[in-house]
């Protein structure tokens, strides 16, 4: 299984809702991670969990808040988003976070924030 | 600060190669990627090259790296359509952080 599984794919929400993504991996990857990637730009990096920790956070407002309760398992809890969050939401995972980073990616979840 | 350049688009003819290229600052890069999107895809791993080398090939991608000129090449022998996608080069930065620095994508157009 070489799959970063992540649900839902499409999501709509209003900016006082409360939402979150989710992502599954059982390839036995240690580190996970949140990527925002805009229409025809580069993946942007959020969050890093090495060996559920969280490792890095890039600045990311607290409207976007990550958990990770097992070493498969990575979430993204939404609230009170603005429009300008509206993007494509990838998880990846690797075996560790430590100088041989193979990434693998997710479909993404496509957002919209209305 | 670390930095990836790639031009943005390339159109070529199926059954030509096409020739993909990147250039990237950080000198003490362990491992260069290439990515490639699909429309409403998630991230592909295509490749990828170790910083001591100077060439890896795999079945129609041949990976050209040269140190000296921080310049990282992707060649894809007979393009098909299939091939039609974003590829996005990408640098580990040393401080083991699991951070990659993408280039901008190079939208591959392939005409039949």
């Known amino acids: 299984d070489t799959e970063v599984t992540q649900t839902p794919k499409h999501l709509v929400m209003g900016m006082t809702n409360k939402k979150s993504l989710k992502c599954e991996q059982h390839?036995?990857?240690?580190?996970m991670y949140w990527y925002k990637q805009k229409a025809k730009k580069p993946p942007e990096l959020m969050f890093v969990y090495s060996y559920e920790k969280l490792s890095i956070n890039e600045s990311v407002p607290s409207r976007f808040s990550p958990e990770c309760p097992n070493s498969s398992l990575l979430n993204l809890h939404l609230h009170a988003l603005q429009p300008e969050d509206s993007a494509l939401y990838l998880c990846a995972s690797s075996q560790d976070s430590g100088g041989d980073e193979k990434l693998f990616f997710g479909s993404g979840t496509q957002l919209s924030v209305l | 600060g670390e930095d990836v350049e790639q031009s943005l688009f390339l159109s070529v003819r199926e059954g030509d190669s096409s020739v993909i290229n990147c250039t990237y600052t950080?000198?003490?890069?362990?491992?260069l990627y290439w990515y490639k999107q699909e429309p409403g895809a998630g991230l592909q791993l295509l490749t990828y090259i170790f910083s001591n080398m100077d060439m890896k090939q795999d079945q129609r991608l041949t990976v050209l790296l040269n140190k000296n000129d921080k310049h990282l090449s992707l060649r894809i022998a007979d393009t098909q359509t299939g091939d039609s996608a974003i590829y996005f080069c990408a640098e580990s930065i040393a401080s083991n952080t699991g951070k990659l620095i993408f280039g901008q994508g190079t939208t591959l157009q392939v005409k039949p």
């Open positions: 390839m036995g990857h240690r580190a």
């Open positions: 950080d000198s003490s890069s362990t491992y």
